[in-house]
């Protein structure tokens, strides 16, 4: 069993598997003279001389072939595996050896040699100390002869018993004491740590003639995940539970199961049940759960006791509360078979055997809680970090099959490791990662929290936790969403404050006719089913993508485009539409996200309740976390619209570069003449039409232009990937067919990616600039026309007066007059404007906008608000004449 001299206890195989470090170990290779020719030495290699003590063996691969040669530098004759030479030899094209032979590992079967020590001599010499055969030799490093010491490898030990040189009831020699100290029965080196060790072999074989090549090595070693100290591989007697026995049953019950991943179930677990092999339950330790195991002397009688009432009935003792060591180990059961007394043995649990039971455990089952632990078994779900796959998972899944036949978990989620910035596992000593304090503190625990949730941790994967990482949530993710919060606060404020109206939700109000309204109304249905679905099948990583989808749809697409509508522009009705569209919103994030970010959607629901009106059906709603999760609506689905508004944000967002890249930046207002956009399909064409106020709007353009006529946009190129040599006529034509004959082959659709672009002529590339997803063209007039800049400052103006008229209820036919007062030295463009079009303005608001300075005393302003046109900010009034 793996060993560890650190807390003097054997381990399970899986233990041993959690702690590999590189270490740079000794590589010796040793001489093992023949019997029958002391001039010629089989030559062994190993990177634990440790174990040379204790050899009893050899082993060669049979189907090996090995090569005898006479050295000159040892004057020496040496066998070793011909592909390995380069054990002996830097290069063995240039080492002075002579070859005399050849042999079959087959071939040296029974082959006797000179044992290294005479420690073990006396009791083996007849049955040991000879060649023997295994196909678990490998030609990968070493010499291809591999020396044998059954107490320290399983290998080791299994081929000796396999062979007769030992007895599978005989313990093979094993001159170290628990504490991983050489015994008495190799006095050179007793009292020595067998690791230690190493060094004063190694000078004792140089002397004796017989250490060859010495040499060091780096290599993965395991060490003992309590005590940090190498183990060593030990025979020792222990307590197993099967489980060769049953690994199809583990395999089968693991199937039946979901891991999240499900890879790490599959792949990783599934491998190691496949070849689990019994686990050493018992450890030699004091305190800990004794095994209740009580044996007579030669251990032919043994008595499992399964309970503390079973043990008062079988001892005679009464009055057994304490079930450590020094409360029961003084305990004895009378021996049925007359071997006297049986005592316990003196090993306790492994403390996994203790986790693995706590299904059980925790509920006392069979003596209590029955009922309550047959509903509740198996578990919803168990979930834990990536290196309990081979530990907790593990133990969980042998005790439960064994005692209940079936898995102890429908759901098991795994979880990777957080690990330093630099990769390395977070070390207190070494300070490699922030205070947790202080990362909550400063950024909270919302973002902290979603920073985990959305990183490689919740795929099975490791994270490099970033400081950085958490603080771009914050900036990208809760700060958003906070600042469409109070615009909504602001905005419901603002309209109190003019006495418009006291703002109130409708969860019943009618589906709106806005299509932004329905828009980011199903956009929140598409996250409530989301979450749904994907917390079902407990895969968290989708969801925080899909959260920061709706937030940069909620921010910068609908708070962007219906500003003014929040604002009051289009009247009191409209008003409330699209206010109760914006609450929902946010109270749909709030519910959808609140087991995410569970302090900030408990803040923000505060201030949402006082608009909540009361409704005895609602249960107790004092906190978001006593919501029920909202059920999705159906009906607020829509696909056209969804479909429009998708195709919309590709035309905006493609033209958007467009301006960016050519410095006609949305910010500066520059207005333009026109945009084209191209598409072949009049669906598409027609879905982005139905928006282009939107799209005009937004985009600060004139005039767009939708066509799938190819002969408006330029000369336009349809290519295909791979193979440029296609004509585009033929591209086109497949894309219409399905269909394209390429050298003599048959393609048919879906096997060629199409792509659309415009390619311009050089007269035209200083007056449009092209875009493209491969799918949809845009064509963006990119030339700065003065005059636009003065009839597009002026539409806004008359856009503003006439949405002024509206909220103060005027009729077309009543007269009022425009005023304007801007802050000192602002405003000239607009100003200007307003003079150059002012005959336009006038025919159409019957009023040019004039300086507040003009307004007579006796004037009755009727309505006053701040505007802002082209990032200038200003007030506009309307009063009587």
């Not at 807390?7 to 470090?21: H, I, R, V």
């Not at 993508?545 to 962007?560: F, G, H, S």
């Not at 048959?746 to 875009?771: H, I, W």
Request: charged fraction near 25%; proline fraction near 5%.
């Amino acid at each position: 069993m793996p060993y560890s001299t650190g807390c003097l206890t054997p381990l399970s195989n899986f233990e041993a598997g959690q702690n590999y470090k590189d270490v740079s170990d000794p590589a010796v290779t040793v001489a093992f003279p023949l019997v029958d020719d002391a001039k010629t030495s089989l030559l062994a290699w190993t990177t634990t001389p440790w174990t040379l003590p204790s050899n009893l063996a050899l082993c060669v691969h049979p189907d090996f072939t090995y090569v005898k040669i006479h050295d000159e530098q040892h004057d020496q004759n040496f066998i070793l595996a011909e592909a390995l030479l380069k054990t002996l030899y830097k290069d063995p094209k240039k080492a002075k050896f002579k070859k005399l032979g050849t042999f079959k590992g087959s071939d040296m079967k029974g082959w006797r040699y000179v044992p290294l020590f005479e420690y073990f001599t006396e009791q083996f010499e007849d049955r040991a100390f000879r060649v023997l055969n295994d196909t678990y030799v490998t030609a990968e490093d070493g010499t291809g002869i591999v020396h044998q010491a059954p107490a320290f490898g399983e290998d080791d030990h299994r081929i000796a018993i396999a062979n007769g040189i030992l007895r599978a009831d005989e313990m093979p020699p094993c001159p170290v004491d628990d504490a991983g100290r050489f015994t008495k029965e190799v006095p050179d080196f007793v009292g020595q740590h067998v690791k230690a060790a190493d060094k004063e072999i190694q000078r004792v074989l140089k002397a004796k003639g017989r250490l060859i090549v010495q040499s060091t090595i780096v290599h993965s070693y395991p060490f003992c995940w309590r005590s940090g100290t190498p183990l060593i591989y030990r025979a020792i007697p222990v307590w197993f539970v099967r489980v060769t026995p049953i690994v199809d049953q583990l395999v089968a019950n693991n199937k039946e199961t979901r891991w999240v991943p499900q890879n790490v179930g599959d792949g990783r677990f599934g491998n190691w049940l496949a070849n689990a092999r019994d686990w050493n339950i018992s450890r030699n330790r004091y305190w800990g759960t004794p095994i209740p195991l009580w044996v007579s002397e030669d251990f032919e009688e043994i008595v499992a006791v399964g309970s503390v009432k079973e043990l008062e009935e079988l001892s005679g003792v009464t009055g057994v509360n304490d079930l450590h060591r020094d409360k029961i180990d003084h305990i004895t059961i009378p021996s049925r078979m007359g071997k006297g007394q049986l005592k316990r043995v003196d090993e306790v649990f492994d403390c996994w055997f203790e986790s693995g039971s706590m299904p059980y455990a925790q509920q006392h089952y069979p003596f209590e809680n029955k009922e309550i632990f047959e509903n509740g078994f198996p578990a919803d779900f168990v979930s834990e970090g990536i290196d309990q796959t081979r530990g907790w998972f593990y133990t969980l899944l042998v005790l439960s099959t064994h005692l209940f036949g079936k898995a102890p978990w429908k759901n098991l989620i795994v979880t990777g490791l957080v690990l330093a910035e630099d990769g390395k596992k977070m070390s207190k000593s070494l300070k490699n990662y922030p205070d947790p304090n202080l990362v909550i503190n400063t950024y909270g625990a919302d973002a902290t929290r979603m920073f985990l949730v959305n990183s490689p941790i919740v795929k099975g994967d490791n994270l490099r936790f970033r400081e950085a990482g958490v603080r771009e949530v914050v900036s990208r993710v809760l700060l958003p969403w906070l600042n469409a919060f109070r615009f909504f606060l602001g905005q419901v404020q603002l309209h109190r404050k003019t006495g418009e109206f006291d703002f109130m939700y409708n969860p019943h109000a009618p589906l709106s006719n806005n299509v932004m309204d329905r828009w980011i109304l199903a956009r929140c249905q598409s996250l409530i089913k989301l979450v749904r679905e994907e917390m079902a099948a407990y895969r968290l990583y989708t969801i925080i993508p899909r959260l920061l989808d709706l937030i940069d749809e909620l921010t910068n697409w609908y708070i962007r485009f219906n500003r003014q509508r929040l604002k009051g522009a289009e009247g009191k009705e409209d008003t409330i539409a699209a206010l109760n569209t914006l609450f929902e919103t946010l109270f749909t994030l709030c519910r959808t996200m609140s087991s995410y970010t569970p302090f900030l959607t408990e803040n923000i629901y505060q201030s949402l309740r006082e608009f909540i009106p009361a409704d005895p059906n609602d249960g107790d709603t004092r906190s978001i976390h006593f919501l029920r999760f909202p059920e999705v609506k159906e009906e607020y689905f829509d696909e056209i619209i969804e479909r429009q508004v998708k195709r919309m944000q590709i035309v905006i967002e493609l033209t958007r570069v467009l301006r960016e890249r050519h410095n006609l930046s949305l910010k500066a207002s520059t207005p333009l003449l026109e945009l084209l956009v191209f598409h072949p399909d009049e669906e598409w064409l027609e879905d982005v039409r139905s928006l282009e106020n939107y799209i005009k709007s937004e985009l600060n353009v004139q005039n767009v232009i939708f066509t799938s006529d190819e002969s408006l946009s330029g000369t336009l190129v349809v290519s295909r990937t791979p193979s440029p040599n296609v004509p585009s006529e033929e591209v086109k034509n497949y894309v219409k067919t399905g269909k394209l004959v390429v050298d003599g082959i048959q393609l048919v659709e879906g096997d060629l990616t199409v792509q659309r672009y415009l390619e311009l002529p050089d007269s035209a590339t200083e007056k449009y600039a092209t875009n493209t997803d491969n799918d949809v063209v845009v064509r963006l007039d990119i030339q700065v026309h003065p005059g636009l800049m003065g009839q597009w400052l002026a539409r806004e103006m008359v856009n503003r007066v006439q949405k002024l008229r509206k909220k103060a209820g005027l009729q077309a036919t009543d007269d009022v007059h425009v005023f304007h007062q801007f802050e000192d030295g602002e405003g000239d463009d607009l100003k200007l404007a307003l003079e150059e079009h002012k005959e336009f303005i006038s025919k159409t608001v019957r009023s040019v906008p004039r300086d507040v300075s003009h307004r007579q005393p006796h004037q009755k302003v009727l309505i006053e608000e701040e505007q802002e046109v082209a990032e200038t900010k200003f007030v506009l009034s309307l009063a009587h004449p």
